[in-house]
């Protein structure tokens, strides 16, 4: 089109004539000549020129440019040509006439949206491919366009942003927004992390009630399975295996289904990305052919239908059998007060007191081998009616096994400090710095070596390792969190006298931000910082998935997700460093306290017990309000019982 008899002082007038509806070639008269010249692809470049003064004609001009042809473009009067050798270079300025204003435009790359608008000013025209115009903009100032790039059709989008050059020329740049990459890589990571993280709390508790189960069955359940097993003593990384092996059921299906979320957030890291290359009619070259947009594996959406079907199930059939069953717990069993409650039988207490005060959990459980006990109610000393855990000799098999008294082992002893080294800890250091180092190592590798052709591929596979590896992380953190919460009152009642409220009736959460909180509030803060980094490790397991660079990914993007998880992995390094040391200041006991026996063990020669009297049935609020009336301090040290042996004993402290 050419206009005549005024200035064409901005793009929106070279449009004027007709506004450029959505998909519309634009012709556009050719310099010289009386017809136009169609443009159909990004091959030509484009460029304004105004001849002359106010009365000459004035035209848009361009040149045709074949694919792979270095452009030639003239710079300001008498300074040569500019030499483009790319689209990703900027197409140099032009000199418009006497005003001397320059007309600046950027080459955009590939699946680029931009929006100009008509002169009526009711809005503006949608350029959705090369074969439109490219930009607007006012004569009165300088403009340059940007673009990034987009998903999917331009007519399933809005616009991201608006900016506003000159004389109200408008660009709208379309792009591949916050949103979209939220939706592209995270949001299905972020639910499937979510799921596992609310099977992490179904599974902890399933086995913290586990015993009480057991010991609230008709004829109890022998001390080798009930007192000496699950509770807070898990691991989650073994799933179901520890429940196989003793036979319980349904402990063993929640494990199967707790690792069975373990894999979603993996899964889910593949089962949306974005695709470039699904065989458009009109590819370009180049890594990224075709317009960025959202795919689904249908492949591996099936298989999360089918693990999702089996953990509702798994949830329902769990559901039922709490609803049929009863634990004949009176409150939270994980604190010492809930156990201290349910263990002043004087026959539980002497079978306990037969055991050497230097035995191990192992060695514990052999002393106790055979013996039944039940969750019941009994008579007390004065007649009163009690409850708690009970003898049930003579309602089993077992009772011919049963031997009345306890064969000391040489050597038990040396193991008082064998709790004080976790495996845990030194596998999760080694993970840590193993997932650090990839990271890191990805980040700084921009050659064309096979480490990072692969995880910059756009296959099955660096979003799984990554994303799976992180759940591993997350995995072995929550095992470290909840073994500081277990020792964290005991690491206390050691140092210094202290208060009920923030030891014996310290009751620990297995939802990580409940933890965190109840941590701080309790003024744990070292438990705290390790419960917050549980937290961030399931932001890692969220953010790593975006760290391979495929096709179709921004680059803000991929410096978010790597930023990120560089960030949280380097944060891991120092806590788990915090916590190799803090060991150091845990008490040298024989035993951890993450049984039901264990714990038992050393509140057996306690004279706190008689402070429960009359609170067995008794809920947990009531409880601890009784407790914190008496108003007693308390203390974990080696006393001697009444056998003259040196014993680890929570106590309160004696005046």
Known sequence: MTVSGSVVDSWTQVVSATTVPIYTVVNVAASGSGSSTQVTSWTQVVSAIIPGGASATQQVSLTTVPSKTVIMIQATAGTGSTQVTSWAQVVSAVTLGASSQRLSFTTVPSYTVINIPDTSGRGSTLVTSWTQVVETVSLSGTATATATQVPT??????????????????????????????????????IAVIYRMFWTVINNNFNLIEPFRRLNESNG???????????????????????????????ALVGTTYLVTCVMPALGSEAIYVDTNWGCTNPMEGP????????????????????????????????????????????????????????????????????????????????????RYKLDAYKTGTGELGYGIVPAYGN???????????????????????????????????????????????????????????????????????????????????????????????????????????????????????????????????????????????????????????????????????????????????????????????????????????????????????????VDWQDGEERDRRIRLVGKRYTFLQRRREDGKQAWSVDEVYE
């Open 221 to 251: 359940a022998v001390a080798e399975r009930a007192l000496f097993s699950f509770y807070q003593a898990q691991s989650t990384l073994l799933g179901p295996l520890p429940a196989l092996l003793k036979r319980r059921w349904a402990l």
């Open 288 to 371: 990224n052919p075709c317009q960025a947009r959202m795919t689904a594996d249908v492949t591996i959406l099936r298989i999360l239908q089918g693990l999702l079907a089996f953990a509702a199930l798994a949830l329902l059939m769990l559901i039922s059998l709490l609803l049929l069953t009863k634990t004949g717990l009176p409150a939270n069993p994980s604190s010492m007060a809930t156990v201290a409650s349910l263990m002043r039988n004087p026959a539980l207490l002497d079978d306990l007191n037969e055991i050497p005060p230097d035995a191990d959990t192992k060695n514990m459980r052999a002393a106790l081998s055979g013996r």
């Open 153 to 190: 059709s331009p007519a399933d989008n809005t616009a991201s942003s608006e900016d506003t050059y000159g004389k109200g020329a408008t660009i709208l740049r379309y792009s591949w927004n916050t949103e979209q990459t939220f939706l592209g890589t995270y949001l299905a990571v972020l």
């Open 396 to 614: 089993g098999q077992d009772e011919p096994n049963h031997s009345p008294g306890y064969a000391p082992l040489a050597g038990v002893a040396r193991s008082s400090r064998s709790h004080r080294f976790r495996l845990t800890d030194l596998v999760l250091v080694l993970a840590v710095l193993g997932i650090f180092g990839v990271v890191l190592a990805y980040y700084f590798d921009g050659k064309h070596d096979g480490f990072n052709d692969y995880f910059s591929s756009n296959t099955f596979g660096p979003r799984f390792i990554l994303t799976f590896a992180a759940t591993i992380v997350a995995s072995l953190w929550k095992t470290v969190e909840q073994s500081a919460v277990i020792v964290a009152p005991y690491t206390r009642l050691a140092h210094h006298p202290s208060s009920a409220k923030s030891t014996i009736l310290f009751t620990p959460h297995n939802t990580t931000v409940l933890a965190t909180l109840t941590a701080i509030w309790n003024r744990y803060f070292l438990v705290a910082i390790v419960t917050f980094v549980t937290l961030t490790a399931e932001g890692l397991n969220i953010v790593i998935s975006g760290v391979p660079y495929a096709t179709g990914q921004t680059w803000t993007q991929f410096l978010v997700s790597i930023y990120m998880s560089l960030g949280i992995l380097g944060l891991m390094v120092v806590v788990s460093v915090l916590v190799v040391l803090s060991r150091r200041r845990e008490p040298k006991m024989p035993r951890k306290p993450d049984t039901v026996g264990t714990v038992m063990s050393y509140l057996s020669t306690s004279k706190m017990l008689h402070d429960f009297d009359g």
